[in-house]
Nanobody
Framework: QVQLVESGGGLVPAGGSLTLSCIAS????????MAWFRQAPGKEREFVAG????????LYGDSVKGRFAISRDSAKDTVYLEMNNLEPEDTAVYSC?????????????????WGRGTQVTVSS
């Protein structure tokens, strides 16, 4: 059974940093695209960052460019999201996703596997 499990969320003041982790189990996603999405209350799920399968090439949503960085440790089948200079607008549930493809897609509907999410709250 495929599982994606996120960790690392929490409460942080504006300007602070957090690093999220997503560990995959049940199969390997080394050659597959993985991504982070977020959803704030009353808003649609938003693409945050994605990393191509078998590559380090990353893509970012406009609202996080220059502040967030996605990376992967293939040996651990783990994807990370380093978040810096956090803003109250970054408050959301952050979810990890994986696809049965090496290519990143911005639409949540095109991702095949999802974690349950981890809450990130940024105080002003």
């Amino acid at each position: 059974q495929v599982q994606l499990v996120e960790s690392g969320g929490g409460l942080v003041p504006a300007g602070g940093s957090l690093t999220l982790s997503c560990i995959a189990s049940g199969r390997t996603f080394v050659e597959n695209a993985m991504a982070w999405f977020r959803q704030a209350p009353g808003k649609e799920r938003e693409f945050v960052a994605g990393i191509l399968g078998g590559d380090k090439l990353a893509l970012y949503g406009d609202s996080v460019k220059g502040r967030f960085a996605i990376s992967r440790d293939s040996a651990k089948d783990t994807v990370y999201l380093e978040m810096n200079n956090l803003e109250p607008e970054d408050t959301a549930v952050y979810s990890c996703a994986a696809r049965d493809s090496a290519h990143v897609r911005y639409s949540a509907a095109e991702w095949d596997y999802w974690g349950r999410g981890t809450q990130v709250t940024v105080s002003s």
